[in-house]
């Protein structure tokens, strides 16, 4: 195996962790804060990941293709002073965008929150946690800039490393200083929550020392490479930056998706319930943390396995399209889209359908009903969010990145002129049917400019689709049965752990059918084939039997 696809598979495998783990903490932390807090921590998260988003611009993929450029050319001292006055403009931007998340905190707690009642957060409350996680702002654009540059190296290691230590001191901190706050000091949920944020600031100062050590670690053979200096190109550093910044820009679109369309709810939600349908703010508020926070992490789930595995696929289809290789073109982006689809359809299609049991098994039977109802809307939108995500990457693959930026404005704007009227019609169930449409829109634009310009044809993809929608369907009514027949059993009202052997015994029921009509029908062989070594045997027979 390459030092190249061994790193890759290394970042691989540490981002899907990070992110893993980034997702299960909800059900915990929600045990801890309740939604009061969850909605609170919401409200200091979904700003402080935009701005990161733009502080950072993308800057490990950006850095990490200019410097391993510049580093075949033999030019080793040109990614370097990319590095020394990088991280010079890393730190001001930064502090920039801590400074203005700071001192913006009280205009954003205004707009986030236009009537107040009892019970429910305060300004105070909403302008004390988006301080404490705006700190954590000076420090990750320089974090991300290092990793980048190791990263241009071919050195996925210590990006790796120090992914996982971030996200784990993150968590620890959350957890454990939310009960401590909550169960030994008696304290409030808003000092709770503020320390959950302000863990985000401690994550990262474990991440920037574990890449400080590695820095340490690898400073003799660097000072060798630039010893060894082959060539100077003289790039200027303005030019340097335009470079920079035009390979950073794609990345950031498809990054700020999900956080932009949080961030329109965050400002729409709690006051159109309050204002059009008469919800008291703590009531509003839940419904807010339960759509943006709490089933947005279960339904995200699924979707990072599946772009995880497809994604592996682009640096191929990159391959292909540069040699004009057609076929393998077409063959690979219909790999890339059956395997996420594949993925994505049962377990969203299941969430949905064991929506209730599902809440109630994670988060507990107060409220099961009522979170459980906005899961079952929720769980479909991941499989829009997994197709939005590849199919931008594809276009990353097709050197049409410009486009994902578009088709994200696109998406936007639909969600920002239809999140209020629709929270007015249909109350929570109007933000979900908002970003539904929005990613909706920006998936046909991305098919469009795939299809345009990867001359791609969509024959295989539609009609494997239609099958594993029949498939979805039998195991959705498989799981729905044996989910009515043991509430059934159980009666009104059921304690938890009977909604656990509800949920178990959906998935079990519900992932058998699928499995086996998948298997019998060869679709499986189809799909992953490849991967799995008894369906790769089978596939190597039946080209021989043919």
Known sequence: MSRLLRGTLILTAATFFSKFIGLIYIIPFTALVHER???????????????????????PLAVSKFVSKYNALGDYETGRRLLK????????????????????????????????????????DIIFVIRMVSTALIIVPSMSLIRGYFQGFQSMGPTAVSQVV????????????????????????????????????????GGLIVLLWYWKKRSPHLKKMYAENKTKSNVSLAAMYKETVAYAIPFVAVGLAIPLYQMVDQFTIVNVLIEKAGYTQPKAESVFAIITQIVHKLVMIPVSLATALALTLIPIITQSYVQKNKDALNKQITQTFQMVLFLTVPAAIGLSVLGVP???ALFGTKGMEFGGHFLEWYAPTAILFALFSVTAAIMQGLNKQKFAFVSLMLGFGIKVLL????????????????????????????????????????????????LMSIFAALMAASAYLVKFGLESMYGADYSRFETIITLAAGILVGGAVYLYLSYRSGLLTIILGDKISFLSRKRRKEKQHS
Not at 419 to 427: H, K, M, R, S
Not at 440 to 462: M, P
């Open 37 to 59: 807090g969850i909605a609170l921590y919401g409200y200091a998260y979904n700003p402080y990941t935009i701005l990161l988003s733009i502080s950072t611009m993308g800057i």
């Open 85 to 124: 006055s990088g991280l010079l403009i890393m730190t001001i931007t930064g502090t920039a965008a801590f400074l203005l998340l700071y001192s913006s905190a009280p205009f954003l707690a205004e707009k986030i929150i236009v009537k107040h009642g009892e019970n429910g957060n305060s300004l105070q």
């Open 166 to 205: 971030e996200q784990i001191v993150r968590i620890i901190f959350i957890l454990i200083g939310a009960w401590v706050i909550m169960n030994v000091l008696h304290g409030t949920i808003t000092q709770a929550v503020g320390l959950a944020t302000f863990a985000a600031t401690l994550g990262a100062i």
């Open 358 to 360: 599902s809440y109630g």
């Open 419 to 466: 999140n209020a009227p629709l929270l007015g019609l249909f109350e929570g169930i109007g933000s979900i049917i908002a970003t539904n449409i929005g990613f909706g829109v920006s998936f046909v634009f991305n098919l469009y400019i795939i299809k345009k310009y990867g001359e791609f044809s969509y024959k295989w993809v539609f009609r494997r689709s239609v």
